[in-house]
């Protein structure tokens, strides 16, 4: 210790003796060479880009692909590939739904709740009970506005549910694939384009879906202006979850390009919403007259075609 202590003397001793020498000398510490590296950082970097990584997520994608590049991916045959699509909780879901129902203004969908584990839980679930919400809504929906009228004999009509599903399956599918396949190509034509991944572009469409469950079920209130209000309200709001996570994905395209995807994306959107309202609600049921038979013995029957 003693040698320690005597050695530490000599080096000041040493250090004081060239500032005496040179008294312009400079001293660096040790924490210096951080800052200089965070201040050089700070000045290389462009301004407005922090915002754009912000938006876009790269610093959280970059993390994802390093921690990716960890996990031992298992084969495309076995099950524990695609449980990995499913490795989600309550909480997880939760707080993606919320998400999709309440956006923020201003931040990325995909880089607050789904690039850290994007699922096909939620989506996959949620697709499942907004079809048979809008079958039961339908039937129930045109029950009551017919109810009461002596000419209607109420069937109910289980061929909504397969036409549901359908639709429904298709646009949360195929929207998305052919999104991602728009966004790839233009990532090969212009190098700012960011290219979200499949997986992260369904899991955005499956959760801007949710809000449509109670949409539905309000819809059963046998009120055009009602309905289509909230038709609207819906619209906008889901509608904006997906304005908000692409359009700092193409905005540096060429403009048109850009304002003709998002336009893209909010026309099939606000269609899905539109033709699901006018086709299982807003569909009138035609009430056949009732046809008169002259009966042989004098006697009329009255019978109703259906």
């Known amino acids: 210790t003693a040698s320690l202590v005597m050695y530490l003397f000599a080096e000041f001793d040493d250090a004081a003796n060239l500032l005496a020498a040179n008294p312009d000398a400079t001293t660096i510490s040790i924490d210096e060479p951080v800052e200089i590296s965070k201040n050089q950082h700070g000045r ?15 610093d959280d994608s970059d ?23 499913f490795d989600v909780d309550t909480y997880q879901v939760l ?5 999709s129902v309440f956006p923020v203004p201003g931040k990325n969908f995909v880089r607050l709740y789904i690039r850290s584990n994007p699922d096909l839980y939620g989506p996959f679930w949620i697709c499942a009970t907004l079809v048979f ?9 045109n029950f009551f506005i017919h109810l009461g009228k002596p000419t209607y004999h109420y069937v109910p009509k289980f061929r909504k549910v397969s036409i549901a599903a359908t639709t429904i399956y298709a646009y949360a599918w195929l929207v998305p694939l052919a999104l991602w396949g728009f966004l790839m190509w233009r990532n090969s034509k212009v190098m700012n ?8 572009i369904v899991c955005v469409y499956g959760y801007s879906l949710f809000i449509y469950i109670p949409t539905a079920i309000l819809w059963i209130i046998p009120q055009k202006v009602v309905r289509w209000v909230l038709a609207m309200f819906s619209l906008c709001l889901s509608g904006s979850v997906l304005v908000m996570t ?21 026309l099939l959107h606000a269609l899905l919403a539109v033709g699901c309202l006018a086709y299982f609600f ?8 009732a046809a008169i038979i002259p009966a042989h013995n004098g006697t009329t029957v009255i019978t109703r075609s259906q």
């Open 193 to 200: 384009i960011v290219s979200y991944s499949f997986l992260e």
């Open 95 to 99: 707080d993606r739904i919320k998400g």
């Open 44 to 58: 290389l970097q462009e301004p407005g880009r922090e915002e754009d990584d912000e938006l876009l997520g790269t």
């Open 63 to 85: 993390k994802t692909e390093l921690l990716a590049g960890q996990k031992k991916s298992a084969p495309f045959w076995t099950f524990e590939y695609y449980q990995t699509f």
């Open 282 to 289: 807003d569909t009138p049921e035609l009430d056949f007259p």
């Open 133 to 141: 919400t809008i079958a039961v809504s339908g039937n129930l929906s």
């Open 246 to 266: 692409f359009w700092p994905a193409v905005r540096d395209d060429n403009r048109r390009i850009a304002l003709a995807t998002i336009g893209t994306v909010v």
